[in-house]
């Protein structure tokens, strides 16, 4: 029972963090560029829950998000499914409390996330490839991510020992020794 309802309040989530992106978001830009909220929430997803839910959230939550924004289908889907992959093995391998870490985390994604689906919209789309103007997206949308990851952390850290302990059935103190 517990898992079902951690399951609706990650959906319940995806629908906060889609109206915060949409009607927040998009009055507080930087240079006229927002921050993508879906890509931490994702990789929270992949830090916190199990592997499974993490890939299954990133490639629905990409596919909605395709069909809402995108211009091709699929894109946000595939890089988003990286992004709760990373979340995943960035949890095998590295610790969740320290914030410098997790903001290590957030930039590596967030690089990972851009340039996937810049290289794919080039393929797919064929656009002329602008690479100033892309890496100056790129640098403000990874300074406004680290921006949001440390205001939002401790919230993110709370809920996310909750689904932890929930999902994967381990304690956070028994886990490393």
């Known amino acids: 029972m517990r898992k079902l309802a951690i399951v609706i ?10 109206f915060f992106q949409v009607n927040i978001f998009s009055y507080f830009t930087i240079a006229g560029i927002s921050p993508n909220l879906f890509i931490i929430y994702i990789l929270f997803i992949g830090l916190y829950a199990t592997q499974f839910l993490g890939i299954s959230f990133g490639v629905i939550f990409g596919l909605i998000l395709d069909l809402i ?3 091709t289908i ?17 949890d095998k391998n590295f610790s969740k409390e320290s914030r410098l870490t997790i903001i290590f985390m957030v930039i590596g994604s967030t690089l990972i996330y851009e340039f996937g689906a810049y290289f794919l919209n080039s393929i797919i789309l064929e656009f ?4 100033l103007y892309f890496t100056k997206i790129v640098v403000v949308e990874v ?4 921006l949001i990851t440390i205001i939002i952390y401790p919230l993110i850290q709370k809920f996310g ?8 059935h381990t304690n956070i103190l028994t886990r490393y020794f």
């Open 9 to 18: 309040s990650l959906i319940l989530m995806f629908f906060l963090t889609y």
């Open 69 to 71: 924004f995108g211009r």
């Open 74 to 90: 699929g894109i946000s889907a595939v890089m988003l499914c990286v992004v709760a992959y990373l979340g995943s093995y960035f």
């Open 128 to 131: 002329n490839r602008e690479l």
């Open 143 to 146: 300074l406004y991510n680290i």
């Open 161 to 168: 020992y909750i689904i932890d302990r929930n999902l994967k």
